[in-house]
């Protein structure tokens, strides 16, 4: 009997110090990023958001679509995706069946556009007009106009003027950070990335023709040459490498910043709301938040 007793203490003393030693697993699915790998990255985020959870493994796995993204987390290829706060209300008020489990700071985010090494003077009047739309108040309009109600409405598409005789500037969009760059289902662009973009166009007296591509593709297509310009590409103002930003590519002033990061998975069925199990909870343990 005490010979059974020992055995039963010193099974339950080996589990409870394999828990203690369990190592939890997170797969995070971002928006690929262009100068880095997914193991590379991963590293990154861990010790960036999580540097004293020695029990959490983070797994983060790049798409160059926001659609193959919202497909892999559909299947269970990852657990979150996670986006930029504006970007994760849209995707969250246009599908009920997803939610908002944590919301991670994170300053001196912002996007900027992208231009080749050799494309100084197009980066420096774009800049100009950067400046002259802060001054007067025009990118802040665009922004209330656009992001306040991420997903609430449709926007319009909005109109370029055309200048005869004058330069064409080919820019990549990709609808892949909606309603910042917002590409509608008929394939229109028709968000923020057009009213920045046409109000750029008027200011400087140029045409914008805008091509579509995924957001895995803009560095190839600026380095073939198939656009003089990329709307966007991810700065971190604190970061030692960009890890979105490719060699040879040279970037503009920021036009859009934010400091919050949202993880987005399927909402928990009703079974686990009823047996008290929580995905908010689970993720506060994984990250090691309030321990």
Known sequence: MKKFLCSAVLVLILSACA?????????L???????????????????????????????????????AMQMALNAGEIDDMVLPEAAAEYVL???PNLEATLTLRSRGMGLV?????EDETLRRKFNEALRTMRRDWILSAIEGMYLSQPGRYSPEPVKFKKFPNANTIRVAVTGDLPPIDF?????????????????IGNILH???????????????ALASGRVDVVFWYEFDAYAEKQHDVPDGVILSE????????????KAASKASEDSGWSWKNG??????IGR
């Open 19 to 27: 828990s203690s030693l369990e190592v939890r697993v997170i797969k």
């Open 29 to 67: 699915g971002l928006l690929s990023k262009l100068n880095t790998t997914e193991e590379e990255f991963s590293a990154v985020w861990h010790k960036t958001y999580a540097p004293n959870n020695e029990k959490l493994n983070v797994l983060v796995k790049f798409y160059d679509s926001l659609s």
């Open 93 to 95: 008020n246009m599908n």
């Open 113 to 117: 556009f992208g231009f080749r090494a």
């Open 183 to 199: 590409i509608a289902a008929d394939g229109t662009p028709a968000g923020y990335n057009t009213a920045v973009l046409s109000e």
């Open 206 to 220: 140029v045409n914008i023709e805008l091509v579509n591509i995924e957001a895995g593709a803009r560095a190839s």
């Open 254 to 265: 920021p036009y859009y910043e934010w400091d919050k990061f949202i993880h987005v998975r």
């Open 283 to 288: 993720i506060f343990d994984i990250y090691g």
